[in-house]
Every structure is written in C-alpha cells, then in structure tokens.
C-alpha cells in the first residue's frame, strides 16, 4: 500500500534528479523511494558497525582469540608458508 505525501525540495536539486530519472527511464517517485530505502539501509548499516566497534573497545580483541582458527584453516595445496 502506497501513500501519497507532499514535500518541499530546492530547485536545483530537483532539475538534476529530473535529468537522471529521464536518463534512467523511471519516475520522480520511484527515484526518490529507491534513493529513500538506499539510505535507510545505509543508516541500519553504520549502526550495526557502531555497535561493532563500540562492542570492539569494551572487549578488545585478544591476541589468542583466533590461534584456534589458524589450526583447523585450510590453506589448499598450492599454499607455501613464509
């Protein structure tokens, strides 16, 4: 279900987004929802990665943290350590 909505944009703004819906063969209203959901998940992303990092400086990684995973790791045949 779609809702219609009224809002205000700056000329210029809105003369390119014309120019690059023409060029992309769509409509204002399908350029702006993509453009609106692109954000919306890269917002959702930049929190994950806050989250990551703030979880990082509350537990800092632990040198022997991943001497487990060097053991069990497959390098494959034609791998030579240095």
Do not use: H
Request: glycine share 2%.
């Amino acid at each position: 279900m779609m809702k219609t909505i009224q809002m205000t944009i700056d000329e210029d703004l809105l003369e390119e987004i014309d120019l690059l819906v023409n060029q992309l063969d769509t409509t204002r209203s399908a350029f702006i929802r993509q453009a609106l959901c692109e954000s919306l998940q890269r917002q959702k992303i930049a929190e994950m990665e806050r989250k990551q990092i703030e979880g990082y400086l509350r537990y800092p990684q632990q040198p022997e943290e991943f001497d487990l995973w060097e053991e069990v790791r497959e390098w494959g045949p034609d791998y030579e350590e240095r």
